[in-house]
């Protein structure tokens, strides 16, 4: 390992090992190329030989403070999803997959942006249209998706979303408490000169609201009627441009990350991924007929409440990314 100091910052030598089975080569035949993006703690790179080229992920339990159970299990269920829609929806995962190295590496068709595979929308309008577009209608397409009850305990597809965000008691405790609306108003303030005018206008706006008692109440009513949506469509319900590869020039769109799959109500990958577009700059005007309102509601209350907590990590802006998505659903949700 002394001998590889630059591959062993991306991936382990269990990891590699398992490339370089794959690909048929030692490992110091191997090159490592990083990635960006991504928001787990796991080691991830695009590992080649030759002319092949493939994408491998790795729980490294040492930059974990657990054993890492909840990485492995995700893990797993990425690969175990993955491989079922491979069947049935094959236009919209990775080619090939495997679980190697007891589970702690997933390996993955490459889709590199070096490829031409994008992983956010296009700066050309004309083709950020068709991306956005690509993506909601396959979040519609999945939506359809029936499975066996056995099939879905297996994979841990089972309903989450209207519990955790429906029932989410952040909005109430915002109308309940001054100090909270305070805080909240501070950190917009704080924010806003920062971002873009479309954003700006959007913090402008949260913060008016804050100070709107009976628009706070509507929002927690509207929020509450998200939690009576029947959960029978399978969702990926992590659609965001960092977790998908689109491929401009034939259309071809491949979703990855699908350790948080399950069914959710009608809409609820289309409505995520509206507010990921959004508050990314996109006009999402010619697709407001696919927002969930009452999961756009029910976003508002949910990431105001987590924005007000510490980071995850000195310097990250999780938080400030879930002020904006608060204030970017909120925007949405008005123009429903
Ligand atoms: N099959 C792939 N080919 C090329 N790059 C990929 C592939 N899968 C993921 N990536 C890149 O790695 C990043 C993080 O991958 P992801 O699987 O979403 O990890 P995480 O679990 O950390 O979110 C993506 O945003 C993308 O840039
Ligand atoms: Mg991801």
């Known amino acids: 390992m002394e001998t590889l100091p630059n591959h062993n910052k991306l991936l382990t030598y269990r990891a590699l090992q398992c490339a370089a089975a794959e690909l048929g080569v030692n490992v110091s035949d191997l090159q490592i190329a990083s990635v960006s993006g ?8 695009l590992v080649s030989a030759g002319d092949r080229t493939i994408f491998v992920k790795e729980v490294d339990v040492d930059l974990l403070p657990d054993a890492g159970e909840r990485e492995l299990a995700w893990l797993k269920k990425d690969y175990g999803v993955t491989q079922l829609l491979q069947k049935l929806h094959p236009q919209y995962v990775a080619d090939w997959t495997k679980l190697a190295g007891d589970g702690y590496v997933l390996m993955t068709t490459s889709y590199a942006s070096a ?10 309008k004309f083709v950020a249209k068709r991306y956005i577009s690509a993506v909601v209608a396959a979040t519609r397409e999945l939506e ?7 099939v879905i305990e297996e994979l841990q597809l089972q309903p989450f979303t209207t519990a955790e ?3 989410d008691d952040g909005i109430d405790r915002v109308i309940a ?10 950190n917009y303030r704080t924010l806003l000169p920062e971002q873009s005018e479309v954003n700006q206008q959007r913090c402008q706006k949260i913060i008016r609201l804050l100070s709107e008692r009976d628009k706070l109440a509507d929002i927690s009513a509207h929020a509450k ?6 959960e029978n469509c399978f969702d990926h319900s992590d659609v965001r441009s960092d977790n998908l590869a689109f491929q401009p020039q034939t259309g071809e769109l491949k979703l990855v990350d699908w350790n948080w799959a399950s069914y959710a109500p009608r809409g609820s990958g289309a409505t995520e991924f509206l507010i990921d577009m959004a508050r990314h700059g996109q006009d999402v005007t010619p697709w407001l007929d696919e927002l969930n309102a009452e999961m756009l509601a029910a976003f508002v209350g949910f990431y105001l409440i987590r924005s007000l907590k510490p980071p995850l990590q000195p310097g990250d802006n999780l938080r400030q990314m879930q002020a904006l998505s608060a204030a970017t659903a909120y925007d949405l949700l008005e123009r429903t």
């Open 225 to 230: 009627q998200f939690a009576k949506q029947p």
């Open 115 to 124: 490829d031409g595979w994008l992983w956010q929308p296009s700066a050309e």
């Open 165 to 167: 965000l429906g029932l």
């Open 177 to 186: 408490e001054a100090d909270i609306r305070r805080q909240l108003i501070d």
């Open 144 to 150: 359809n998706t029936q499975l066996a009850d056995e």
């Open 38 to 45: 991504g928001f787990s703690r796991n080691r991830r790179a």
